[in-house]
């Protein structure tokens, strides 16, 4: 047992407390990190604020990097000592995870949102009180947390830890959308609607992939000079244009061979989707609020031009191999994740919240 300090989630609505905590040792199959930083993601405060119905209260955080301290009996690849990035949990056995898309694992909700083990346990207690904990394989949001093996990735040591947390989630499902599940070919023309973190690491795996027109709708101003900045051929603010379509097709009279949409908005998608051109690819990888839960297309749209729309979980990605190969490109100086961050003391996590709710930052990383 461990005596850590975390971020607890109590009750929907409420401002999270930071609380002293045991710990338990890691079981066979999993390790203690020590975190260095933890990214905060939108599922973290959904879950927070009970959009998401996990059990509270809980420690949630789910995009954690830091030192393993320990290691379960069964846990041969990874030593005390090796830096990781948390990511979420998989089965590893069945038919996804053996063909190499662990993020539509048979066992994805209860591994990442059951906030407990397999078993009914949780690591985490208060006092006698159980808290709720491996959200994501993790909880994260504490000095030390218990993961399961198949959330833990080991990542080379001369990259900044303590800002490589938000690969985990966020960054991946962006640049995994572009590079991994819609595969966006070197010279296409792409559209990322919402200029968030996800949407802003779509920019850059549309970078890596060599796209030759990307534009980013985007209503935030600072948001929409970041991503030129990071190299978007053109941003849209939304509320200035009165259709969106017709503001597309200025940019690209030709139309849009990829669309990824972050915003779950059928404003938005009313507007893509006329722009596309033959045989396009709209993503989607945007949590739609509880009261608009689904979106509806134009299906001749669809059947005329051969439009395809698919789902994306976590960029489609496997993390073990997906996230090393993010580090080396932005050691390379290729993938400039780092300059969607803004860093904060841990106890300000609730600071931290706020301002990324109000768009002053695009991903407040947690720092210890």
Known sequence: MKTITAAVARNAGEEFSIEPLTLDDPRHDEVLVKIVGVGICHSDLAAKDQHLPVELP???????????????????????????????????????????????????????????????????????????????????????????????????????????????????????????????EAGSRVVIAGGGAVGLSAVLGALVQQCSTIIVVEPHASRRELALSLGATHVIDPFQTENLSEALMTI???????????????????????????????????????DAPKL???????????????????????????????????????????????TYAFENINTAVEDQGKGECVKAVLTF
């Open 58 to 184: 809980a420690v949630l955080g789910h995009e954690g990097a830091g030192i393993i301290e320990k290691v379960g009996t069964a846990v041969t690849d990874l030593t005390p000592g090796d830096h990781v990035v948390l990511s979420f949990s998989f089965c590893g056995h069945c038919d996804s995870c053996e063909s190499d898309h662990p993020s539509y694992c048979n066992q994805f909700f209860p591994l990442n949102f059951m906030c407990s083990r397999e078993d009914g346990s949780t690591a985490l207690k208060s006092e006698e009180t159980s808290i709720a904990s491996h959200f994501f394989g993790q909880s994260s949001f504490a000095t030390y947390a218990i993961a399961k093996r198949s959330s833990a990735i080991k990542v080379r040591k001369d990259a900044p830890l303590e800002l490589l947390g938000p690969l985990g989630c966020g960054v991946i499902t962006g640049a995994g959308s572009i590079m991994k599940a819609m595969a966006c």
């Open 296 to 342: 509806s297309f134009d299906v001749i749209t669809l059947l005329t031009f051969g439009v395809k729309v698919m789902g994306i979980t976590e960029g489609d990605v496997n993390p073990n191999t997906f996230i090393p190969e993010l580090i080396d490109l932005h050691m390379e100086n290729r993938f400039a994740f780092d300059k969607l961050c803004k």
């Open 252 to 290: 690209v009279p030709e139309g849009l061979n990829y669309a990824l949409d972050t915003t779950s908005l059928q404003t938005v998608m009313d507007g893509i989707m006329p722009t596309m051109s033959k045989g396009g690819t709209i993503g989607l990888v945007g949590v739609p609020h509880p």
